[in-house]
Structures are given as structure tokens and as C-alpha cells.
């Protein structure tokens, strides 16, 4: 069960991450050697990036803790 559910948490983790990235101005190419990229309106680094940081942040450590 362990095992399974550290699996699944680094899934959710891996496309919340590619989620995240496709919201970026610079966006990402979903199927690589294809020139399909994917881009959205989010500037990296810029005040809405940080303030999702710290939603998630705080939201992964309320998982965390619940799991315990």
C-alpha cells in the first residue's frame, strides 16, 4: 500500500507539474519532436506563479500531515 500510494503522489506531482508548466507564456512541447507546443498566460517567476507555489505548498503539506 505504501508503495502504491508514493507512486501515485509522484504521478500527481509529475502532471501538476506539466499542467503548471503548459500556463507559462513559454509553454511546453507536449509531444517533442513534434513543433505542437502548448503555451498559456502565466509569466514564470511573476506574482501569480508564486502565489500558486504557496497554494500547493501549503495544500501537499496538508496531505502530508493527513497521511501521518
Given at each position: ?11 500527481a506531482g509529475f502532471s501538476l507539474h506539466l499542467f ?39 495544500l501537499s503539506l496538508i496531505a502530508l500531515a493527513s497521511?501521518?
Amino acid at each position: 500500500k505504501g508503495i502504491a500510494r508514493s507512486f501515485q503522489t509522484r504521478q500527481a506531482g509529475f502532471s501538476l507539474h506539466l499542467f503548471l508548466d503548459c500556463l507559462t507564456i513559454k509553454g511546453v512541447r507536449i509531444f517533442y519532436p513534434a513543433r505542437l507546443r502548448v503555451r498559456g498566460f502565466l509569466k514564470a517567476g511573476g506574482i501569480t506563479d508564486k502565489v500558486l507555489f504557496f497554494i500547493f505548498s501549503f495544500l501537499s503539506l496538508i496531505a502530508l500531515a493527513s497521511s501521518l
